[in-house]
C-alpha cells in the first residue's frame, strides 16, 4: 500500500503565506505524477497544482504566479509554497499522487485545513 501524509496547514491571515508538504511512502515504483487539491465547503474538489514525472507543471488559473508546486523525486516529497493568500483559498487540501508499482493507481492523503481569515 501507498501512504500520502501531508502536513503544513493551518490559519493565516490575507496576504499572508503557508507552505504544504507531502510524503510518499510505501510500495513505490515510479510516481507519475503528484500535486495538490482542494475543497471548499459546498464546492467540488479542484486541482490547484500538479507536477509530473518529466517536470511538467499544472497550476490552476486562481493560484497562478502566487503558488508554486516543488517535488523531491529522491525523497517522494512534494511542496506547495502559498503567497498572497487570499480568503478564497480557504479549504482542505489533499494531497493526490499516481504511483505505478505494476499498474498506475491513485491516491489520496487525509487532506489538511488551510484558512484564510483575518
Known amino acids: 500500500q501507498v501512504q500520502l501524509v501531508e502536513s503544513g496547514g493551518g490559519l493565516v491571515q490575507p496576504g499572508g503565506s503557508l507552505r504544504l508538504s507531502c510524503a510518499a511512502s510505501g510500495r513505490i515504483f515510479t510516481i507519475n505524477a503528484i500535486g495538490w487539491y482542494r475543497q471548499a465547503p459546498g464546492k467540488e474538489r479542484e486541482l490547484v497544482a500538479i507536477?509530473?514525472?518529466?517536470?511538467?507543471?499544472n497550476y490552476a488559473d486562481s493560484v497562478k504566479g502566487r503558488f508554486t508546486i516543488s517535488r523531491d523525486n529522491l525523497k517522494n516529497t512534494v511542496s506547495l509554497q502559498m503567497n498572497s493568500l487570499k480568503p478564497e483559498d480557504t479549504a482542505v487540501y489533499y494531497c493526490?499522487?499516481?504511483?505505478?508499482?505494476?499498474?498506475?493507481?491513485?491516491?489520496w492523503g487525509q487532506g489538511t485545513q488551510v484558512t484564510v481569515s483575518s
Open positions: 507536477v509530473r514525472s518529466g517536470g511538467n507543471t
Open positions: 493526490y499522487s499516481e504511483i505505478d508499482f505494476w499498474g498506475v493507481k491513485g491516491y
